[in-house]
């Protein structure tokens, strides 16, 4: 045989050589088969070693193993052919099992004696170890009832040849949570639709437990179509619930969960639902600095924006005419649905409102005035329609005096001089009614005189005349 030929003879027989095994042994072995109650490992040498199939299964009871998977555990039995395990049973375990179980680090299992000060007594293998509270359970579980209970434990101090040791069972819990967490963790990317479970609610939402302690924040405002104040009021902790993972952040691993995915979204309709010149009830929701939000449909909201209510000459005196609550008729002015935005103006009676169909050039109308700029004065003349009367057309020689001549919210008559095609922008005149009216007046007093009986000057000339000569025979 050639020197290479010799080598591999030698390693072949020593592979075949069995190895000697002793209880409390860590070994690392392959499994090469799995029966209804026993695995099968490859050890090495021309034995193999079984573990008991529940030695191999999770808190749930499913297998965690399959052919062909490497596992460490410890060699409990030798006679009658090698036995393993990953935790040492109560029974199996002896005084230098124990010891081998704390350097290999593998469970041992200890029944809870009683409650002591600060833990509690458990008793292995005949020895009595000691298990802080704190460590009884996962961190901020209930610490009672665990009296009589048998449990895994990792024996974390081993002292005095055995004598004294402290164990904990938290270790174990959160090393299987951390477990099942990577587990669950693949489940959760944007898109999946997962069961869950309402931890806590918060005045900014509820975080959902997902599942091996992973929660998500279901934020107050994707809890439903329409606006949702109390998030206390739709979702209780306990509740069980269906979310939609939105977002997963890649640094921190904060997860965003969304509800009214769920749901039909009210906006799909809304082109058909709603259009320019139909009127709708709607309740006012909320006020900001440039109008009103009003509720036409639970998830439609509509904004009546400051411009369509007459102006009060004060900066938010329309406020006092749209109170949060008010449930009114509301017309649309224009819909986005692409964009989620309905324009709305509140219905109001022909007193308060000038007809749309007026707004037309040549057309003598009554508007309220909004405010004063450099380049002129814009009138409020109709929800959603402001007109502007350019400095020329205001019919005041300086501009110093135009805050005399039209004070905020005071009422001004003027005449329409152009409007656009899609009745934005609309050009007015005050100039123009003076002038108007002055040539009224000129007409009417030329009128007057043309009508007025010229004698009656003369006649009235004469007497007074007469009565002024004074007699010659005086």
Request: proline share 5%.
């Amino acid at each position: 045989m050639t020197e290479p030929d010799d080598e591999f003879a030698r390693l072949l027989a020593e592979s075949l050589q069995a190895k000697p095994f002793e209880q409390g042994q860590t070994v690392s072995g392959r499994i090469i088969a799995i029966w209804p109650d026993v695995a099968f490992v490859d050890v090495g040498g021309k034995g193999e070693a079984t573990i008991d199939l529940d030695d191999l299964k999770d808190a749930e009871g499913d297998l965690e193993v399959e052919v062909g998977d490497r596992i460490d555990a410890v060699v409990v039995a030798t006679a009658g052919g090698l036995k393993l395990s990953r935790k040492l049973a109560r029974g199996a375990a002896s005084a230098r099992q124990v010891e081998d179980a704390y350097r290999a680090g593998i469970p041992v299992e200890g029944k809870v004696e009683r409650a002591i000060k600060g833990g509690f007594e458990v008793r292995i293998a005949g020895q009595r170890a000691f298990c802080p509270i704190s460590q009884i359970g996962l961190r901020g579980a209930d610490a009672t009832g665990h009296e009589g209970r048998v449990y895994s434990f990792r024996i974390v101090e081993w002292k005095e040849g055995g004598k004294n040791l402290v164990v904990s069972r938290r270790a174990l819990l959160e090393e299987e949570e951390r477990e099942k967490a990577a587990e669950v963790r693949k489940e959760i990317v944007p898109g999946a639709v997962l069961p869950g479970r309402v931890a806590s609610v918060r005045e900014y939402g509820a975080f959902i437990e997902l599942g091996a302690g992973i929660q998500g924040l279901l934020h107050v405002s994707e809890m439903g179509w329409s606006r949702v104040t109390d998030p206390g009021s739709i979702l209780k902790p306990g509740d069980e619930i269906a979310v939609k993972v939105l977002r997963v952040e890649a640094e921190g691993g904060k997860i965003a969960l969304g509800l009214k995915q769920l749901q039909d979204d009210p906006w799909a309709a809304a082109a058909v639902t709603y259009a320019p010149g139909q009127v709708h009830a709607g309740r006012v929701t909320r006020l900001a600095e440039f109008g009103a939000f009003v509720e036409l449909a639970p998830g439609i909201e509509g904004l009546a924006h400051v411009s369509t209510f007459p102006p009060t000459g004060t900066a938010e005196g329309w406020k006092t005419e749209v109170p949060v609550g008010l449930v009114g008729d509301f017309e649309i002015l224009t819909v986005e649905p692409d964009k989620k935005r309905i324009g709305v103006a509140l219905v109001r009676s022909a007193a308060q409102a000038l007809p749309k169909s007026e707004i037309a050039p040549g057309a003598r109308v009554r508007g309220k005035v909004d405010r004063i700029e450099r380049y002129g004065v814009f009138v409020y003349l109709a929800p959603g329609k402001t007109g502007l009367i350019p400095i020329a057309e205001t019919g005041v020689a300086k501009e110093a005096d135009l805050p005399k001549a039209f004070p905020a919210g005071a009422d001004v008559e003027v005449e329409i001089l152009e409007v656009d095609p899609g009745g934005r922008r609309i050009r007015l005149s005050r100039k123009a009614v003076i002038d108007r009216e002055e040539r009224d007046e000129v007409r009417g007093y030329a009128a007057r005189e043309d009508h007025a009986p010229k004698e009656a000057f003369g006649s009235l000339a004469d007497k007074l005349r007469g009565a002024l000569k004074t007699p010659k025979n005086s």
